[in-house]
């Protein structure tokens, strides 16, 4: 039996801590041992949670006890998320995460420490929410020599774009609505700015390119500009507008080239028709041509089914360090701008090579 | 290093030896350690060839040689790859294969005797060409109760109806322009019949139930008697002609449905923008809602990236046997009549509810 913790009782944690427990017998097979959540970390209270007495407020109760061997950081946020997932790791605790602003920030940093201290750092949950792409390409791709990928990496933004798209709806209503439903934040500038979906394709970018990439590095152009006649526009061409995260790998140099902007895309790119709330990633490299991944990018359950699926590797690998695909913190890459040509067919909805965009400050 | 062989120097054998050589370098980083190709197996001689040198025509070289861990069984067919396939497991060599047929009739017996043996057995090739969707299933979705899978399993009948969809081309000529393109064989039966796509999908059935499910249980209808006004007609509705392979699983009773057969797929599901020569599938579970895998399910290089991969695993599990989701022979299960609705929206093209279809007699 391995005992594992998990900070933070938001919808994630909830979730986490519910698929732990409907899916505990093919967990149980998956791991090889009974996985079991001993503590949850949150300041508020829960009561009448099923969860109650695991409840605890103090992250010390979970790093001094050395039969908690997994930690899932669903807190999201850098801080307190640095220091508890470092120290966690310092006492050999691995630790799965959706938090892709920490993995964005320090992930190459904690997997130093993750290394020195013979325990894992993974963030399935962090990229495409409950689409299984990380393992995917780290496991099933990585003797591939990738040279682009494009996806959709938000779904508030998918949702509002198909709904413009579906119903004639402007921003202004579209967002409202994906507010009212439960798709959008209430403060929603991250998603609607591209800076989620940008923070995402910095991830993807540096397990493609094997460098460091941040996510300060990378153009980016949100949705707001985005009007009910670009869709009718791009509709009478026979395109769609998603907001993508694009990453082209040049495989001679190594060079590569990121973005985050509104793009048209043509009817026979498999991201066409990826609607809703659902996210896809299209990846291609010179063997195996085209792949493209579909899911739930976000959600209680989808999302904390890919914690799990890290929390099974973790206890299958106890005493190892997982390779996870990050570099050493130093070994960055300056993006180039894009080739002339984008990849799949792709175009910028408002022309241009992104070059003129404008990076984020974290 | 670990020296390789490969049985059967045809398409998929050659883009083996292929992506063994292009991709050197990365394969050599995901392994731990070079990969060598020391033999090739075939009959045929191969003047000029760039691999004329490893070339052999006796088995018992490659057999007999401990040097020799992993084979890649890309000779296709029931014998002689059955024989050639155990004996190398029987001498602790892991076998990695394309071969469908083999892996529908034995794959169980021959996961026996990778067992007894400390080796492996691995077919990631088998199902959906280069799309890395068995180890996905395996790694990450082990711990999801898959309700349903629906895939678009074979390329070849999926151009032909998407040509008669755009073209308005009749059915026999769109399948002789595939074959005037190297899209369909010669003897294009087993391709139409939709005996490819049911061997293709009792392998996911068995994999998602966990017990053996034979391609001689699926109730199987091929593509030969849709017709143009079939695809008018579904588009006139909103919907698309695919042939699918369908398994249905109820999570509570374990009990599985399965069949082959031209469907209608809705605008809103995922399979409706796969077409040409592109496979893609469908999965759909409790927690993580609904996946969709897509790529090219056949084609030299596609497929033996997946080949590669699958041999990158071998390599470092060398001495284990890695787990290959197929149980044991005697552990079968016989399937249901289907519910009354389908997955994803899905109907059968000509009604009813498949009971009715014949099964494959292999």
């Not at 109760?61 to 669903?74: G, M, N, R, S, W």
């Not at 409950?130 to 390409?137: A, K, S």
């Not at 985050?260 to 009817?267: D, G, H, I, K």
């Amino acid at each position: 039996m391995t005992n594992i913790a998990i900070l933070g009782f938001g919808t994630v944690g909830g979730g986490t801590a519910q698929v732990l427990d409907v899916q505990k017998e093919r967990l149980r097979l998956a791991a090889g041992g009974e996985i079991r959540v001993k503590y949850i970390l949150d300041i508020r209270d829960f009561p009448g949670s099923p969860w109650e007495d695991r409840l605890v407020r103090d992250i010390n109760v979970i790093l001094d006890d050395p039969d908690v061997k997994v930690v899932c950081e669903t807190m999201g946020g850098k801080e307190p998320a640095f220091t508890f997932t470092r120290a966690a790791m310092e006492r050999g605790k691995s630790v799965c995460t959706s938090n892709k602003e920490l993995v964005d920030a320090f992930g190459p940093e904690l997997t130093q420490t993750a290394k020195a201290h013979s325990c894992s750092y993974l963030f399935e949950a962090s990229v495409g929410g409950g689409i299984p792409l990380l393992r995917t390409l780290r496991d099933s791709c990585r003797h591939e020599d990738i040279t682009s990928v494009a996806g959709i990496l938000n779904g508030t933004c998918n949702y509002i774009l198909t709904k413009m798209d579906r119903e004639g709806t402007d921003f202004a209503d579209a967002l409202r609505q994906a507010q009212e439903n439960g798709f959008a934040e209430r403060n929603p500038d991250a998603d609607i700015l591209g800076h989620d979906t940008a923070r995402k394709l910095a991830i993807l970018a540096s397990l493609i390119s094997g460098r460091r990439v941040r996510f300060e590095q990378v153009p980016c152009q949100g949705i707001t500009e985005v009007s009910t006649a670009d869709l009718k526009s791009a509709r009478a061409r026979g395109k769609a507008v998603k907001l993508l995260g694009i990453c082209q790998r040049n495989p001679q140099t190594g060079d590569i080239s990121v973005m985050t902007a509104p793009c048209l895309v043509p009817a026979d790119n498999p991201l066409y028709g990826v609607n809703d709330v659902f996210n896809g990633v299209l990846v291609h490299s010179g063997c195996v041509d085209d792949l493209m991944f579909y899911g739930r990018g976000a959600g209680k359950m989808p999302t904390a089914s890919a914690v799990a699926a890290d929390v099974v590797e973790c206890v299958k690998n106890a005493g190892h360090t997982v390779e996870n695909g990050l570099t050493d913190p130093d070994d960055t890459i300056t993006p180039v701008p894009f080739p002339s040509a984008l990849p799949g067919g792709i175009e910028l909805l408002h022309g241009g090579d992104g070059s003129s965009f404008p990076r984020v400050r974290s």
